[in-house]
Nanobody
Framework: VQLQASGGGSVQAGGSLTLSCHAR????????MAWYRQAPGQERELVAS???????HYADFVKGRFALSKNYARRTMALQMNSLEPDDTAVYLC?????????WGRGTLVTVSA
């Protein structure tokens, strides 16, 4: 299983970024995937997840601002992040659970300045 994340960067508050995670080695139409984030000195937290058939779920702190989707042809999960706030600054990691084991992509840094 390989998860390759991309799309982080720096943006001012109120701006937008899109993160992508390309998955290999899983049945993309079956397995759930997720984005987590971890800010300096804080615990990792779930941002959003999406089922194999494309139904997203969001943490309360991103509802109405973030949108998660799947592109089945490209085997890519995309997190569209709008109305970004300084508190969204963190390393974002894509994740899947395959056969009882957690897999993580390399984190991508999102920095939101006030």
């Amino acid at each position: 299983v390989q998860l390759q994340a991309s799309g982080g960067g720096s943006v001012q508050a109120g701006g937008s970024l899109t993160l992508s995670c390309h998955a290999r080695g899983i049945n993309f139409s079956v397995h759930n995937m997720a984005w987590y984030r971890q800010a300096p000195g804080q615990e990792r937290e779930l941002v959003a997840s999406i089922t194999g058939d494309g139904i997203p779920h969001y943490a309360d702190f991103v509802k109405g601002r973030f949108a998660l989707s799947k592109n089945y042809a490209r085997r890519t999960m995309a997190l569209q992040m709008n109305s970004l706030e300084p508190d969204d600054t963190a390393v974002y990691l894509c994740n899947t659970n395959y056969r009882g084991r957690e897999y993580w992509g390399r984190g991508t840094l999102v920095t939101v300045s006030a």
